[in-house]
């Protein structure tokens, strides 16, 4: 029941999540910031309410360990929204971030001289050789949309991609590397996911204020948008407050969702299920939302998840509950 119920969450929060931040962004491109700080601020309120009882439970693992995690989870969270600015699609935004797993891998070898099967090195290619097609397919659409300006013009919108895509990939390797740092700080004080949450939320606080004044600008944009009345409450507010509330919301149930499952199931899968997710998740933005997706781009996105399906050892998980299904009826007769 438990995993059922988390399940769901994962796939109606995260869903739901990815929609209200599409709305967000069609209407404000640059209104990342304020995303990330109406997102941070809602976890680690509700943190400090139910996991830290207002300040009196000690944290499990010293705060100061918490600050080096904090550093790289804000910059990347930050980085993340950010590089909506820079002419990042929907579709190639979450693509990128599907990455994440080899990423992790990647740095795995580098880092701590980990050693993988063969399969694992293949899912590497794959997954890069996707995220490349992807991209490269997307470079092809700003440069024909940018050059029905002047060339000065198409050479600023591409320019201006690029370092949209540099963020991307920057953030992809710094999560990475965060999730190194959380793997050895677990090992040591053992794992403590829903503190973690709390301070990887509630620390960073305070680095909004260096963007203090992009945030502000949107609050009084968001403020003078279009007024809906909301149903069963029956208020009125404006329709990108409204937005943005779902996207905090919906946010909180996916990450629930997936804390949930990580103590219900086994890593593999919580991987395969939050893959599925961001699947169905890129599927309901392109059709739903008409972003442009071209025939290369679907190859692209197949070699993805072939490649990450293959790096969490799908396939030899089911043929092994399949022999293990043979055996039993085996035994039965």
Known sequence: MGTAFAVVLVFVGCCSNVVSLELLVREFPGCGNIVTFAQFVFIALE????????????????VSNYFIMVTMFFTVSV??????????????????????????????????????????????VLVSTGIFICTIMSAKQVHAVSSDGSEEQGFYAFMHWLIGIAMLTFALLMSARMGIFQETLYKQYGKHSKEALFYNHCLPLPGFLLLATNIYNHCILFSQ????????????????????????????VCIRGVFILTTECTSLTVTLVVTLRKFISLIFSILYFQNPFTAWHWVGTAVVFIGTLLYTEVWSSVQ???RGARVKEKKAE
């Open 225 to 252: 948008s279009t007024p809906v009345l909301v149903p069963v409450v029956g208020i009125t507010m404006p329709t990108m407050w409204l937005y943005l509330l779902i996207n905090v919301v919906t946010q909180y």
């Open 320 to 322: 092994a509950a399949l």
């Open 79 to 124: 980085i993340n929204n950010y590089a909506l600015n820079f002419n990042i699609a929907m579709p190639l935004h979450m693509i990128f971030r599907s990455g994440s797993l080899i990423a992790n891998m990647i740095l795995g070898i580098i880092i701590l001289k980990k050693r993988y099967s063969a399969s694992k090195y293949l899912s590497i």
């Open 47 to 62: 943190g400090f309410i139910f996991e830290t009882k207002f300040g009196r439970k000690k944290p499990a693992i010293p």
